[in-house]
């Protein structure tokens, strides 16, 4: 019996056995098999496949192959090439499900972020009609423990259609292990890697607890290509990374246990290498090699991020301007991303609270800039290297000012350094600057194309402090000095130097913008040159080099005014005339900016003039200029006190001396100078073309005094020519018509020099004054006063008036009377101070009054000396004896006694004429007539008269007689009853 309960009980224990071990080997796997499937074709409408599954019902162990679970667009979404479970009966007295082992092999997920946004995984959400009708409170998370649990060759692939270049990448092998889990408590530690070609190498490593959620670990992604992230964050980026590698690792402190939760990531760096970045829109792309970022503190709960510090090397950047504008890809970029909150907002997430951002240390170096400017006709170029750029202290919210520090080299030569602080909000700067040799050549691409200026060489130099505010307005101030060395420049039609310097200094500037005020202590120019040029087309080389459009609009306008004077048309005024719209009462205009300057030193400079309006060309050089002007100012009633000297081709001194406003010339100048022994013959240029003549000998000094006060001039100019003398004749149209050697003999004194003033004065605002043409007009007009009037100078001179030009004789005498004779004396005088004149004394004679004077002399004498002397002259009283006389003439001339008619007889009522009288009348016309004075007697007068003034001049020894002149002249005038002698000057 007991043997047959035995074998029933065993045989049933097998049955139940066998039927376990069915159930488990054979029902588990089919039953699980077609509940998966059933469940995503009942619930999701689409089909799960599911490979072999195995279970043994006596090892607890479960295993499945080729899982394929698609999402509603049909593609495979999850999946796994094995899994295996192994189930402990442990998990009775853990009283928890637990695990020795869950080996995942192959798993496989596809994530897509959807064109509409919608994320492929949300796919695993039931849909409305598969969920229950009445939800039910969540249940308690279920007790869970896996000693061991792995995934192994791994693999998910990343897809963002939602961007207009969709992106996609392949995270493998991925592996994820997590040992001693359990759903109460902590101490779950995992360890998780993934990479590929397109996302680098991910290591995760560390514990998490459940509950509460809680996790502290660290990670490592090495080798992330630039790339990838650009392709994912897209738009969100302001630039595109074409290339770099990306390493970074931090250790983090994640729990949701209180509030706010907490988040706390350490990263020691963050390190990018070979980083290539392209702004939207742009095609130059910049060059990041190294990046290095150190000691990243993220605290989520306190919301700040503090980075101990962030290097960039060896950068490549480059930048240009064109008519769009200032192009910086990446700096634009930033920009724009930053004009763009919501963008920016998308990646940290919305806060209602501020985050606090820290950075101590910021550095760049050797971070260079290839600078083009594309907005003129032939682009420039300019490389800018950055040598170290150190930025301490920067805060958000700002706390304190940014400490900055660069040292900054320019590809052409020189540097700049700065070092002072920078406040972000509002925008604000104080730096210490230096600029050390930096190179002006690069100017040169801003002078071509608008002026002929050729920037030889030069070098910029600074030592100073800028201040920048904006808080109400921009504001900027500069203390320091600038100084530029070695300039050198050319004018490039000429190829001639045109302005330059061993050095410039500008020492204790004082620049505000607000208000508006320059200040200097002292400008020092070294060995300044300038070359200055009168064009043949009358315009000057600073105006052709500086503005050639300009300068070829005025040479045409001097050239149409030439060929008017020519033609004889008259000529519209040129330039420096056209300013008939100024009102003379018009106040000048204040300066932009008040500007003070102390002192302004002139060492060893040099003037080189050239005028090619006349053939030969003219040159001069004023050397060795020595001087200074303190006190320079633009406030109109601030006076400068000038110093000048120098020399006129080495040997002729210059000085200028006095008081003026430099910075307005118009309001007051009081300066007095000299030009001493300037050689003469270096003026023959305008001596021929203006004068006529050659210059064989001369010196030349000049005394000025110039004074302006309330915009009127008076000018004075003392001119002394020591030995002028005259060469070659020099036919010229543009000569001034006048006997010029007359003038010089005239003005030239005993000693052989030549003494004028030319006082000038009149309205600077006179559209017509222009002060040399002013000067060369008073010379003309002074010397054609001389020439047309030598009498006049020569008798204000030595006496006699302008009366010394003629001799008054009585008609019919040689007789110099007292006035004559004092005249002869003042002549005398003048001939003899003025060596070089001589005096033409012409025949002098006027038949109409002379004749008639000379036969009333030779009547008298015929008349007087006949019948005898008679000293008391009664004949000419007594009738009888004038009658007497008659006769006996009458008798002498006709070798006969007169035979005279007896007076006729009176008619009735008349008186009876008086026969004396009727004798007189009848001897008187006939003797008369025969005493008739000839023109050789008239002519014999007229030398006489000039041998009488000739004898007078030379009757006192020390005029040479070489120097009297007796020719014949014309016929004379007769002024005041009598005969005029006129002498003339040569």
Do not use: C
């Amino acid at each position: 019996m007991h043997r047959k309960t035995a074998l029933a009980a065993t045989a049933i224990l097998a049955t139940l056995l066998g039927l376990y071990a069915l159930a488990g080997f054979y029902w588990v796997p089919r039953l699980v098999t077609h509940q998966v499937t059933a469940l995503f074709e009942r619930d999701y409408g689409r089909e799960a496949s599911l490979g072999e599954v195995r279970f043994n019902p006596f090892t607890f162990e479960f295993e499945a192959r080729d899982f394929s679970l698609p999402d509603a667009d049909g593609r495979r979404m999850l999946g796994f090439g094995r899994v295996y479970f192994n189930f402990e009966l442990s998990s009775l007295w853990h009283r928890a499900w637990t695990f020795s082992e869950i080996d995942i092999e192959r798993p496989y997920a596809l994530v897509v972020q959807r064109a509409d946004g919608r994320l492929n995984l949300m796919d695993l959400v039931p849909p409305e009609e598969a969920r229950p009708a009445t939800e039910t409170p969540p249940a308690d998370l279920p007790a869970v423990r896996i000693a061991d649990l792995n995934f192994a060759e791994g693999e998910i692939d990343v897809e963002d259609l939602m961007r207009q270049q969709p992106f996609e990448t392949k995270l493998m092998p991925v592996t994820f292990e997590l040992t001693d889990f359990h759903t109460q408590g902590t101490g779950n530690h995992f360890a998780f890697t993934a990479g590929s070609e397109d996302a680098g190498t991910l290591q995760v490593e560390g514990g998490f607890g459940v509950e509460p959620l809680a996790s502290q670990g660290s990670l490592r992604l090495a080798g992330l290509p630039a790339t990838t992230v650009s392709e994912y964050l897209g738009d969100l980026l302001p630039v595109a990374m074409e290339s770099g590698v990306i390493d970074l690792g931090f250790t983090y402190d994640f729990s949701l246990s209180g509030e706010p939760f907490t988040f706390i990531l350490d990263m020691p760096s963050l390190q990018i290498r070979d980083l290539s970045t392209l702004a939207k829109g742009y095609e130059v792309p910049w060059q990041i090699p190294a990046v290095d970022v150190e000691e990243i503190h993220v605290d989520l709960a306190a919301r700040s991020v503090r980075v101990g510090s962030v290097e960039v090397r060896d950068v490549v950047a480059p930048a240009w301007l064109d008519a769009a504008g200032f192009n910086a890809p990446g700096l634009l970029a930033a920009r724009d991303a930053a004009n763009q909150p919501d963008a920016v907002a998308a990646v940290p997430g919305r806060s209602e609270r501020q985050w606090s951002v820290s950075v101590p240390s910021i550095a760049v170096v050797n971070a260079r800039f290839p600078l083009e400017d594309r907005s003129l006709a032939t682009p420039a170029s300019l490389e800018v290297t950055a040598r170290s750029v150190k930025v301490s202290g920067f805060a958000l919210p700002e706390r304190e000012p940014l400490q900055v520090q660069a040292e900054i080299a320019s590809g052409a030569g020189g540097e700049i350094t700065a070092q002072g602080s920078v406040r972000l909000e509002p925008l604000a700067a104080d730096m210490d600057v230096k600029v050390r040799g930096l190179n002006l050549k690069p100017v040169q691409a801003y002078l071509d194309g608008r002026t002929d200026l050729l920037m030889e060489s030069g070098a910029l130099n600074s030592d100073g402090r800028v201040e920048l505010s904006t808080a109400d307005s921009l504001a900027m101030t500069f203390k320091g000095d600038v100084s530029i060395t070695d300039l050198h420049t050319l004018d490039r039609p000429l190829k001639e130097d045109l302005v330059n310097w061993k050095s410039l200094e500008v020492r204790g500037i004082r620049y505000s913008t607000v208000p508006a005020r320059l200040s200097i202590q002292e400008i020092i120019a070294r060995q300044p040159y300038l070359r200055l040029i009168l064009a043949a087309s009358g315009v000057t080389n600073i105006e052709s080099v500086l503005d050639p459009k300009s300068a070829a609009e005025k040479a045409a306008a001097i050239a149409a005014e030439r060929a008017g004077k020519k033609d004889g048309k008259a000529s519209k005024p040129d330039a420096d005339t056209a300013i008939a719209t100024t009102d003379p009462k018009a106040k000048p205009a204040e300066p932009a900016v008040a500007i003070a300057i102390g002192v302004t030193r002139i060492i060893d400079g040099n003037i080189n003039f050239a005028d090619y309006t006349i053939e030969p060309n003219f040159r001069i050089a004023m050397e060795q200029l020595q001087g200074s002007i303190k006190g320079s100012s633009s406030d109109p009633d601030a006076h400068s006190q000038l110093e000048l000297d120098g020399q006129v081709d080495r040997y002729a001194p210059v000085h200028l001396a006095g008081q003026l406003n430099l910075l307005a010339p118009t309001a007051f100048i009081d300066i007095t100078g000299y030009f001493r022994n300037i050689d003469l013959s270096s003026f023959n240029p305008y001596s021929s073309k203006f004068v006529g003549y050659q210059i064989d000998k001369g010196k030349l000094s000049i005394e000025t005094q110039y004074k302006v006060n309330d915009r009127r001039l008076e000018a004075l100019h003392k001119i002394k020519v020591d030995q002028l003398e005259f060469g070659e004749e020099i036919d010229s149209p543009d000569a001034i018509g006048l006997p010029i050697k007359l003038a010089v003999a005239l003005l030239k004194d005993s000693q052989g020099v030549i003494d004028l003033e030319l006082p000038i004065n009149g309205s600077i605002d006179d559209p017509q004054f222009r002060l040399g043409p002013i000067i060369w007009k008073a010379f003309v007009g002074l010397l054609t006063k001389v020439v047309t009037a030598p009498f006049a100078l020569l008798g204000n001179l030595f006496g006699g008036g302008a009366d010394l030009s003629y001799l008054d004789f009585a008609p019919g005498s040689i007789a110099l009377d007292a006035a004559a004779l004092e005249k002869i004396a003042s002549l005398r005088k003048a001939l003899d101070e003025r060596p070089g004149l001589k005096l033409d004394i012409p025949w002098t004679a006027a038949a109409q009054a002379d004749a008639p004077a000379l036969a009333q002399a030779r009547w008298e004498s015929a008349v007087g000396s006949a019948g005898g002397q008679d000293p008391t002259g009664a004949w000419k009283t007594d009738r009888q004896e004038y009658l007497r006389r008659l006769k006996l003439l009458y008798e002498q001339s006709n070798g006969a006694k007169p035979d005279l008619p007896k007076p006729p007889k009176p008619a009735d009522g008349e008186p009876r004429p008086d026969p004396v009288e009727f004798a007189i009348g009848q001897l008187e016309p006939g003797l008369r007539a025969a005493m008739a004075v000839g023109a050789d007697e008239i002519d014999a007068l007229a030398q006489a008269r000039a041998e009488a003034a000739r004898d007078a001049l030379l009757s006192e020894q020390g005029l040479d007689a070489e120097r009297i002149f007796i020719t014949r002249g014309e016929e004379a005038k007769t002024e005041g009853g009598g005969v005029r002698m006129t002498l003339t000057l040569k």
